[in-house]
């Protein structure tokens, strides 16, 4: 079971960056994947999920409106395209997987509730 997350760089503020994570070693159809980052000296924080088996779950609220998390069943692979970066949002991004249904509410937004993470990838935002 591995998840690889790409699409990291530096970046100026204002500008897009995509991340991926390629998924694979099991099905995740019944699973939530989802995007968290961590600043230096910050614990790590949910940023946005999705269903693997299709409809957004829900996004941060410092990044409404900028991120768009999005997958692709055939690639096995989920993206956060991130646009209007900021440099607050420097951080490094993991995906993650966990199982989880539209009866654990708002439980996608807990860190303790994934249990297969990918490695992150740094973003780094400039003024």
């Not at 997350?5 to 991340?19: D, E």
């Not at 968290?36 to 693997?52: D, H, L, S, T, Y």
């Not at 249904?101 to 490695?119: C, F, H, M, N, P």
């Amino acid at each position: 079971v591995q998840l690889q997350a790409s699409g990291g760089g530096l970046v100026q503020a204002g500008g897009s960056l995509r991340l991926s994570c390629v998924a694979s070693g099991r099905t995740f159809i019944n699973y939530a994947m989802g995007w968290f980052r961590q600043a230096p000296g910050k614990e790590r924080e949910f940023v946005a999920a999705i269903r693997w088996s299709g409809g957004i779950i829900g996004y941060a609220d410092s990044v409404k409106g900028r991120f768009t998390i999005s997958r692709d069943s055939a690639k096995n692979t989920v993206y956060l395209q991130m646009n209007s970066l900021k440099t607050e949002d420097t951080a490094v991004y993991y995906c993650a997987a966990a199982l989880l249904s539209s009866k654990d509410g708002l439980a996608y937004r807990e860190v303790r509730k994934y249990d297969v993470w990918g490695q992150g990838t740094q973003v780094t935002v400039s003024s």
